[in-house]
């Protein structure tokens, strides 16, 4: 038995769910979500609960029941409170400004990277070094704020470079100088 899956899934007041034609619907303040439903489970929203239901018995409607009562959560959480992912930026000269909705990176190229504010996410730079990547859906936020990093990845010589805030990096010791034989 699944032990995510069983868990009930409490809806707060101001947000409202519905499951049709295989589709959970969560919509909020902050913003409508969907997320289609396999056909090995069945969602029932019952007064203000929602709870994920096998249909048979199988290991494969166990693990769907589990990922899917994971996935409506985060729908509902989202739409209330939001998901944020903090990146920090490391360099000599390296810094970050928002100018209306894109943000400029300047992260020791021959140019200023501009990084244009996608739908339903909200870039801010709080500081020079700081990004703040928030959102609805968890997975979008995630999969924006890994499309920022990738515009320059850590080295691990110096740690120059974009990382998330609780990444922790592991610096490789330089050359050796004047290493005697």
Same mark, same amino acid.
Request: aromatic letters at 6%.
């Given at each position: 038995?699944?032990?995510?899956?069983?868990?009930?899934?409490?809806?707060?007041?101001?947000?409202?769910?519905?499951?049709?034609?295989?589709?959970?619907?969560?919509?909020?303040?902050?913003?409508?979500?969907?997320?289609?439903?396999?056909?090995?489970?069945?969602?029932?929203?019952?007064?203000?609960?929602?709870?994920? &239901?096998?249909? =048979?018995?199988?290991?494969?409607?166990?693990?769907?029941?589990?990922?899917?009562?994971?996935?409506? !959560?985060?729908?509902? &959480?989202?739409?209330?409170?939001?998901?944020?992912?903090?990146?920090?930026? @490391?360099?000599?000269?390296?810094?970050?400004? @928002?100018?209306?909705?894109?943000?400029?990176?300047?992260?020791?190229?021959?140019?200023? &990277?501009?990084?244009?504010?996608?739908?339903? *996410?909200?870039?801010?730079?709080?500081?020079?070094?700081?990004? !703040?990547?928030?959102?609805?859906?968890?997975? /979008?936020?995630?999969? &924006?704020?890994?499309? *920022?990093? =990738?515009?320059?990845?850590?080295?691990?010589?110096?740690? /120059?470079? *974009?990382? /998330? !805030?609780?990444?922790?990096?592991?610096?490789?010791?330089?050359?050796?100088?004047?290493?005697? @034989?």
């Amino acid at each position: 038995m699944s032990r995510i899956g069983k868990h009930p899934i409490h809806i707060p007041a101001g947000v409202t769910v519905e499951f049709k034609d295989g589709v959970v619907t969560v919509k909020g303040e902050k913003a409508t979500l969907t997320q289609p439903v396999s056909s090995n489970v069945d969602v029932k929203i019952e007064a203000g609960v929602v709870n994920v &239901v096998r249909k =048979d018995e199988t290991s494969d409607s166990n693990a769907k029941q589990g990922l899917y009562r994971q996935l409506i !959560n985060n729908m509902v &959480v989202g739409v209330t409170e939001g998901y944020t992912k903090t990146l920090i930026v @490391k360099g000599v000269g390296f810094r970050v400004a @928002k100018q209306g909705n894109k943000l400029v990176l300047n992260l020791g190229f021959s140019h200023p &990277v501009e990084f244009v504010e996608p739908a339903g *996410i909200t870039l801010e730079a709080p500081d020079q070094n700081t990004i !703040n990547v928030k959102g609805a859906s968890k997975e /979008y936020v995630g999969e &924006v704020a890994a499309k *920022i990093r =990738d515009i320059k990845k850590c080295d691990h010589y110096h740690g /120059y470079g *974009i990382r /998330y !805030n609780y990444e922790v990096l592991a610096l490789k010791p330089g050359k050796a100088a004047g290493k005697k @034989k």
